[in-house]
């Protein structure tokens, strides 16, 4: 990543980006920069560099973790995994996949995204549903904090108490109370198999209907994505085996091949025609991971150039609701994880007055308990929202204010990714 | 310290005069719990509402009064004991369910409900609550997140955190605020800060707990060994192998006989190890992993390999494991229980450990195992009363928990520092770890009332 490259993205003036090569090296320059009250930023690839606030601050130095590139302890027979921040998803998944086993979490920004800005930024797609989120499956993290120490939590085995879960905090604080170095997973052995179930419906209320069998159902199922009729239609044009329907709901299922077969033989019937009306393609092994990539390749690779994508946060009971109350919100295609209750709402056209769009979104979802983030978007978007005196994320003021005082335990000066976060943190 | 009188007559005033206890008799059984450590509060208080502990806390603050929530008393690292006297809040009057909602997979329970009772409430949806600690007959969910509480079950399903999706805290300052109540919340995760805190940044008034479809079919199996070693490798196989089995307990010799002695509930006496090993999920794989996990056993020698037929048989299975803790204090009177967590290949080594650290201090001890998670419960059974014996017990405890450090593990897999790991804590973080943790309670606690004197080194 060059200076100017970042500069573009977070909206300031980069003095340099630096990629240290070592743990101590990391410590060392955190500690001189900090001595000459520098700010900075961490990056792993940038991937998601867009995400977050702009940086208040005149300008910052980008440290970037792609230097630490390595995978520090794979044990196989404990299920566990320990790797460098600035390893890259893809290269991980494939060492793992040698000895039959994965990091259950997708990375629907692509394979070079580092496991530490995947961690930093909370970051998780469609089968969080099946397998936790970042939080359920960090085990322990080693970081570096602003004054150069650098410090442990959690460890490496999956139960442990002792003491705070501070790896807790640290998951999502984008970048904002140390620079994480090292990152302990707890893993799976690799599925057998895979089948997904691609079902469309008329309207909201036969999704609705579909989505409470589903999470009735103890069949092993690990996403429920539920598009609304953009997306659905987007997905259709693009060549996807999507049936005739406006909404979609899909399914992805893993496991053996007998328990998968019985499990979509089932909620085919259950969710079909007959009974809530849905259309149905089951999809087979390879094609159905070839929809899952159209999935993330339609909605969550053009991040870097969409005008602004927001996080829809919600209870379960009301994703389907989520979903029909964002329709008339012509600017966006809508998808959520209708077992989750998170979901994106993806702006393409520069056009769009973002403003007044992000008052409609927080009007319609109000009622339904769910509240929305800016969660990516171009340095101009952020400034036209800040200028009218809305906040990036919703948070209560009581929740932030001690949120502001943990910030200040770990980054006492404020260096750390100023800004960037809930509040200006 | 004996309790100011205005104090008293406020807190009378709050939960009613009859809900206030300060007899001597009352207030001794409320200085303990399931470890060793004892405290002597002031004043019990028994609550019935977040509003009762809203005025308490408030009170309990402005008067520099310490406070700890109480469930039933079952921690095992002395996290309910008034160290430092003041007040203990009772809740087990707030054990309502207050909402199930199987179509947003959740359920929201007062602090103070038994964690089988949540179970028993979700049953006729088709649900559950998957953390089962040994002690979820009486334990309460309360209690379960302050100590992040795990149990047989979280080897497939996961601890505590992993399950509960919001709590309605009393923060020390009064205020009462609910995290995740509609969601996930944008920023820190304090939530996943809290649960595990040992109730130390705040009191849980109310849960909002994740909750699951019961398991299409279920097979309980107990296979036997003649080694511990061999019984330890089967579990690293069967997990090595991709088998994610809901439970793999393991006992040792003398836990076995323990159990057989007070519950004689079949396991064979002369086996140095059994494992209780328990496969769920939909019908049609239930078979293909149960003869799975049979064929690794008998690749590790088991001898036999009993598969329980009915519920009963599945019931007398799991009540020795569940009953093996408490069937401990027919050896001798006492018993501390440590919970080292070490990586799970390690176990054989570990256990080895154990053995000469009891030899060297002349203790007997029975080993109760959460296998497939690393996690070790050797059981130190000694006589309390005996100062000498005591102390060698706290040494052997210690070196236990210095073997699992050693090995890349952690000294509390599940029943949390509280008072008697203080000083163990020592052996995982430095001084710049533990300070950062000092702060963060202060952040939640600053005048230091919540639940004083847990978790942190002293000596």
């Known amino acids: ?425 | 310290m004996a309790l100011d009188r205005k104090l008293e007559k406020q807190l009378r005033k709050i939960v009613g005069k009859r809900n206030v206890l300060t007899l001597p008799e009352q207030l001794t059984v409320y200085g303990y719990d399931a470890s060793l450590d004892r405290g002597q509060p002031d004043a019990v208080v028994l609550v019935d509402s977040t509003e009762q502990v809203a005025q308490i806390v408030r009170l309990a603050t402005a008067s520099g009064v310490p406070y700890v929530a109480r469930g039933s008393g079952t921690s095992l690292s002395g996290g309910p004991v008034p160290a430092r006297g003041g007040l203990v809040l009772e809740m087990s009057r707030m054990a309502r369910v207050e909402e199930i909602d199987p179509r947003d997979r959740s359920a929201v329970v007062q602090a103070g409900i038994f964690n089988l009772k949540i179970g028993e409430a979700l049953k006729p949806y088709g649900f559950t609550y998957a953390p089962d600690p040994a002690s979820q007959k009486v334990s309460t969910i309360g209690g379960n997140v302050a100590e992040n509480a795990g149990g047989p079950h979280c080897l497939k399903y996961g601890v505590t955190s992993h399950h509960v999706l919001g709590v309605e805290v009393v923060w020390p300052d009064g205020t009462v605020e609910w995290l995740g109540q509609d969601g996930e919340e944008a920023g820190y995760d304090l939530l996943g800060l809290l649960i595990g805190s040992e109730g130390t940044l705040g009191v849980v008034t109310r849960v909002k707990v994740k909750i699951v479809p019961l398991p299409e079919a279920v097979k309980t199996m107990l296979a036997v060994f003649d080694s511990l070693t061999d019984a330890a490798d089967a579990v690293s196989e069967i997990i090595g192998e991709g088998i994610l089995p809901a439970t793999l307990e393991m006992m040792d010799r003398t836990t076995i006989q323990v159990v057989e002695d007070s519950m004689a509930v079949g396991y064979p006496r002369d086996a140095e190890a059994v494992l209780v090993i328990e496969v769920d999920g939909p019908a049609a794989g239930i078979q293909v992993e149960a003869d799975a996990v049979a064929e690794i056993c008998k690749r590790h020698r088991a001898r036999e390999l009993r598969v329980a037929r009915d519920d009963a048989e599945r019931d007398r299975l799991w009540a020795g494991r569940r009953g093996a803790y408490g069937a401990m204090t027919r050896i001798q009177p006492s018993t501390m229980v440590a919970d080292g967590t070490v990586p799970r290949t390690k176990l054989p080594y570990v256990l080895k450990r154990v053995a000469e650290i009891a030899d060297k201090y002349g203790l007997t001890v029975g080993n109760l195992l959460h296998a497939g998670d690393g996690n070790l419960h050797p059981n130190i059974v000694f006589d309390a009363s005996n100062p000498e014996e005591k102390e060698r017990a706290l040494k052997a405890s210690f070196e236990i928990l210095e073997v699992c450090v050693e090995v890349g593990g952690t000294i509390s897999g599940e029943h949390g520092i509280g008072l008697e790991k203080r000083n163990a804590m020592r052996l995982l973080f430095n001084e710049r770890e533990l300070e950062l943790m000092r702060q963060l309670k202060h952040v939640f606690d600053p005048q230091d009332l919540c639940n004083p004197d847990k978790i942190f080194p002293v000596a």
């Open chain 1, 1 to 425: 990543m060059t200076a100017k490259e970042a500069e573009a993205i977070l909206g300031v003036e980069v003095e340099e980006v630096v990629a240290p090569e070592t743990d101590e090296a990391l410590a060392d320059l955190v500690k001189n920069l900090a001595k000459e009250q520098r700010r900075f930023v961490v990056a792993g690839s940038g991937t998601k560099l867009r995400w977050g606030d702009l940086p208040k601050a005149p300008s910052v130095t980008v440290v970037q973790t792609t230097g630490l590139d390595q995978i520090t302890d794979h044990d196989p027979a404990n299920l566990t995994v320990s790797v460098q921040s600035g390893v890259r998803y893809a290269a991980l998944q494939r060492a793992l996949g040698e000895h039959g086993q994965w990091l259950p979490l997708d990375s629907p920004w692509g394979g070079d995204a580092t496991l530490g800005g995947i961690v930093a930024a909370a970051a998780c797609g469609p089968r969080r549903y099946g397998y936790g989120a970042p939080r359920d499956l960090v085990l322990g993290v080693r970081l570096v904090l602003p004054d150069g120490s650098q410090v442990h939590f959690g460890g490496k085995t999956v139960k442990n108490v002792a003491g705070y879960d501070v790896t807790k905090l640290l998951v999502g604080s984008y970048g904002t109370l140390g620079l994480l170095t090292e990152v302990t997973f707890r893993l799976r052995p690799l599925p057998q198999e895979e089948r997904s179930l691609v079902l469309t419906f008329a309207t909201p209320d036969s999704l609705d209907v579909a989505v409470e069998a589903v999470l009735r159902s103890p069949d092993p199922v690990v996403a429920v994505e539920a598009l609304g009729t953009r997306a659905t239609g987007l997905l259709r044009s693009e060549g996807a085996p999507v049936p005739d329907g406006a909404y979609l709901l899909a399914l992805r299922l893993e496991g053996t091949r007998p328990v998968l077969q019985a499990a979509v033989d089932r909620l085919a019937s259950d969710l079909g025609p007959e009974a809530v009306g849905g259309k149905a393609a089951v999809l087979e092994s390879s094609d159905s991971a070839a929809f899952w990539n159209k999935i993330e390749r339609l909605f969550y690779s053009g991040w870097q150039q969409a005008k602004a994508v927001l996080k829809l946060r919600g209870p379960v009971r009301n994703a389907v609701g989520v979903l029909a109350a964002l329709e008339p919100v012509e600017a966006g295609l809508a998808w959520v994880g209708a077992g989750t209750g998170v979901g994106y709402l993806k702006i393409d056209s520069p056009e769009v007055d973002l403003v007044s769009l992000f008052r409609e979104v927080r009007s319609v979802l109000g009622p339904l308990r769910a509240r929305v983030d800016l969660l990516a978007a171009d340095p101009a978007a952020k400034r036209e929202l800040s200028q009218a005196g809305i906040p990036l994320w919703s948070v209560s003021d009581t929740l932030l204010a001690r949120m502001r005082d943990v910030k200040k335990i770990f980054d006492p000066g404020n260096l750390l990714a100023p800004g960037r976060f809930v509040g200006g943190i």
